[in-house]
């Protein structure tokens, strides 16, 4: 079992950033790729970026590349996303995952573990 609690959501202008964090407890953790997903009002779950066991290969949905960033700490057993000149189109809950895929994957389905997410919010 892994549990994940997300972190850092909130209220920000367009344009500004937000740093969502993940932490894990449980198994280990650098034994799991990491993502992360949002969802909007109405809108299904979908991808947002993942990274591998190591840390070395992430992916990202072409929605979000050049403005989000993945990256984990296994020491800290905790994964980020840094999310740069938001948009009101970004306001969803945010939610992060575990995968016993060793390499990123885009698929909710390829994920075990969930946490329970976090809300951001982007005002125009």
């Known amino acids: 079992q892994v549990q994940l609690v997300e972190s850092g959501g909130g209220l920000v202008q367009a344009g500004g950033s937000l740093r969502l964090s993940c932490a894990a407890s449980?198994?280990?953790?650098?034994?799991?790729?990491m993502g992360w997903f949002r969802q909007a009002p109405g809108n299904e779950r979908e991808f947002v970026a993942a990274?591998?066991?190591?840390?070395?290969?992430?992916r990202y949905a072409d929605s979000v590349k050049a403005r989000f960033t993945i990256s984990r700490d296994n020491a800290e057993n905790t994964v980020y996303l840094q999310m740069n000149s938001l948009k009101p189109e970004h306001t969803a809950v945010y939610y992060c995952?575990?995968?016993?895929?060793?390499?990123?994957?885009?698929?909710?389905?390829?994920?075990?573990?969930w946490g329970q997410g976090t809300q951001v919010t982007v005002s125009s």
């Open positions: 990274i591998s066991r190591s840390g070395s290969s992430t």
């Open positions: 995952a575990a995968s016993s895929y060793g390499t990123p994957h885009t698929s909710k389905s390829d994920y075990d573990y």
């Open positions: 449980g198994r280990t953790f650098s034994s799991y790729s």
